[in-house]
């Protein structure tokens, strides 16, 4: 195994390997600032060039591209209220309010320190967790998961503290619209209305950047102004080093949130969603701060920056040990295994050991020149806070049109962008909050699907196991814990 270790990393310092990955990073970074994109687009278009091959260099340069996405996707989040991935939602809560009060470059430092910190913490975990991988995976079976789903969709309250009834309103619309398509148990169409494009579900990327990105861009039309209101361009290379202080000076913060983020990517069919969410409601609960969040508080961006790429490295360990994708985009790299004549098992890491340590090397590395990259062109990036808004908006409403299109390359996405664009400006005028709504549509589905699977594999009192115990505990203390910190305020007071 140590020679192993050696001939994986140092590989990866080989000019090939090294220069192969560095572009690879370069356009990772582009597939995640442009909505709509993102990780499994990437490696869609390059896996046939990975035909052909040497595996350790068609992986490495894969996952290096791919493990960057959601560090730029943050980027654009932040800057034009449009995540430039699903995972980076949260982000936008505070990161945009930050680039409102003219704070872009120090809300970019939040978001690429965090997120290359968590993606080189994801790496460590993975080379530490190996060889315990097969308990853990095999204790997590579908009761836990629908816990843990259930655990994601508790947080519509934290995120509703405007108005928790608008909350869950909104949050109960998201999960109504995700039972939209085909059952997964039973194969019925439910709620399609004889629509063949409903019958296959609602996507996620028409509803993301219909629900954020076009009131946005409606309200520049309206206003006429830019999206920074206070601040000047002057002051982006100092705010994008406060940025990156911000980071380290919410060190412990930093590190649970990677650690969650690590442990959540390790359970095949969760997805990095539930992770950011359950990263930001976190962060939020045990703020001392709390009534900052959606305001421009940096630890809004530090938590689910740090979770969205800590979790690619948990995501490869059940890729790598079992043959099962840990997310969706570990489901399309399966692929590319298949391609190079390789097949993910326990077998795999018995007789290619040194393609995993390579692959770890390239996940931790592709983050550390990705923030470089990031952080060199976030001044010049944050200037786009200050452009007009009679030339900014046509733009977004390009890259958003591109975007949706490029996502199935069908029309009717389009027309579900701009009715769900409708709604969304509809949600930010009568003071309904938008992320219940789209926690609810991604968690819904996940949670519907492994409670069917509980009840039908163990029964109805499938919440007894041992773990849905401790989840189930959490699941009250996560719900009681306002109350609890509400009453040991006043008594502090009184």
């Known amino acids: 195994m140590f020679e192993a270790f050696v001939h994986g990393l140092g590989s990866i310092f080989d000019p090939t390997v090294f220069f192969s990955m560095l572009g690879a990073v370069v356009l990772g970074i582009i597939f995640g600032i442009i909505p709509g994109l993102g990780g499994m687009t990437f490696l869609a278009v390059l896996i046939p060039f ?10 490495t340069v894969l996952l290096a591209g791919h ?21 980076n939602a949260p982000t936008l809560l505070d990161g945009f309010p930050m680039a409102q009060q003219g704070k872009a470059g120090r809300a970019i430092g939040n978001a690429v320190t965090a997120s290359a910190v968590g993606g080189v913490f994801g790496g460590i975990v993975m080379v ?15 009761p836990e998961l629908f816990l843990l789903c259930i655990l994601g969709i508790t947080f519509i309250a934290t995120l509703s503290s405007a108005s928790v009834v608008k909350g869950l309103i909104a949050g109960a619309a998201g999960v109504i619209l995700s039972l939209v398509g085909l059952d997964p148990i039973t194969g019925t169409s ?15 990327i028409p509803i993301m950047l219909g629900i954020f990105a076009v009131p946005e861009v409606v309200n520049l039309m309206v206003t006429g102004k830019t999206i920074a209101q206070t601040g000047s361009m002057a002051t982006a290379r100092s705010d994008l080093v406060q940025g990156v202080k911000d980071v380290f000076r919410h060190w412990w913060l930093l590190l649970r949130t990677s ?26 609960q045990t703020s001392r701060h709390p009534e900052r969040f959606g305001y421009g508080a940096e630890e809004g961006i530090i938590a689910p920056e740090a979770a969205n790429n800590s979790k690619e490295g948990g995501a490869l360990i059940p890729t790598l040990g079992f043959g099962i994708p840990g997310s969706a985009g570990m489901a399309v790299l399966l692929g590319a295994f298949l391609v190079l004549g390789l097949v993910p098992g326990p077998m795999f890491l018995v007789e290619h050991m ?15 020149m990705a923030a470089i990259i990031c952080l060199g062109a976030a001044q010049h990036l944050a200037k786009i806070t200050f452009t007009p808004a009679r030339l900014l908006a046509p733009v977004i409403l390009g890259v958003l049109v591109l975007g949706t299109y490029c996502y199935k390359n069908t029309m009717l996405d389009i027309v579900s962008l701009l009715v769900f664009g409708a709604m969304g400006y509809a949600m930010a005028r009568f003071g309904y909050p938008r992320p219940p709504f789209i926690l609810g549509f991604i968690l819904g589905s ?18 007894l196991r041992p773990i849905c115990l401790v989840l189930s505990s959490l699941l009250i203390l996560t719900l009681a814990y306002p109350f609890i910190r509400s009453m040991l305020q006043r008594m502090k007071r009184t």
């Open 50 to 59: 990975a035909f052909g091959m040497d595996p350790l260099l068609a992986l």
């Open 67 to 87: 493990a960057v996405v959601h560090t730029s996707g943050g980027i654009s989040a932040i800057l034009l209220n449009v995540p430039g991935t699903s995972v």
């Open 128 to 142: 530490l967790v190996l060889p315990l991988l097969h308990p853990i995976i095999m204790a997590f079976a579908s």
């Open 190 to 204: 439910r709620l399609a209305f004889g629509s063949i494009y409903l019958t296959d579900g609602i996507r996620i």
């Open 259 to 284: 650690t969650i983020g690590a442990l959540i990517g390790i359970l095949p069919g969760i997805g990095a969603e539930v992770a950011v969410w359950v990263c930001y409601g976190h962060a939020k």
């Open 354 to 368: 040194d393609i995993c340590f390579a692959m770890v090397g390239a996940l931790v590395i592709s983050n550390i």
């Open 446 to 463: 996940l949670a519907e699907t492994y409670l069917h699977l509980s009840v039908k594999a163990i029964g109805p009192l499938f919440f």
